[in-house]
Nanobody, 114 residues
Framework: VQLQASGGGLVQAGGSLRLSCAASGSIFGINVMGWYRQAPGKQRELVAAITSGGSTNYADSVKGRFTISRDNAKNTVTLQMSSLKPEDTAVYYC?????????WGKGTLVTVSS
């Protein structure tokens, strides 16, 4: 499974950004797709995830501000981020779980200025 992420960049606090990720390769059997992030000096953490059936899970810190969606036909997952805060600054990683194995995309940097 290869994951290609796009989006990210620099935004002012209160602004919005959208991250997209496309899966290719051995995509049959991908169950969960999602986004993790890692801020400097911190561990990687789950931001949001969505199953092939559409069930979602969000970190408490982003609930109400971020929305994850998925297009199973196109094998893409999108994270719409709104009301961004400086503490959302991190490298964001796309993730896919296929037969209980994790696959990761290259990270994309999101910087939120105050």
């Amino acid at each position: 499974v290869q994951l290609q992420a796009s989006g990210g960049g620099l935004v002012q606090a209160g602004g919005s950004l959208r991250l997209s990720c496309a899966a290719s390769g051995s995509i049959f059997g991908i169950n969960v797709m999602g986004w993790y992030r890692q801020a400097p000096g911190k561990q990687r953490e789950l931001v949001a995830a969505i199953t092939s059936g559409g069930s979602t899970n969000y970190a408490d810190s982003v609930k109400g501000r971020f929305t994850i969606s998925r297009d199973n036909a196109k094998n893409t997952v999108t994270l719409q981020m709104s009301s961004l805060k400086p503490e959302d600054t991190a490298v964001y990683y796309c993730n896919a779980v296929r037969f209980q194995k994790d696959y990761w995309g290259k990270g994309t940097l999101v910087t939120v200025s105050s």
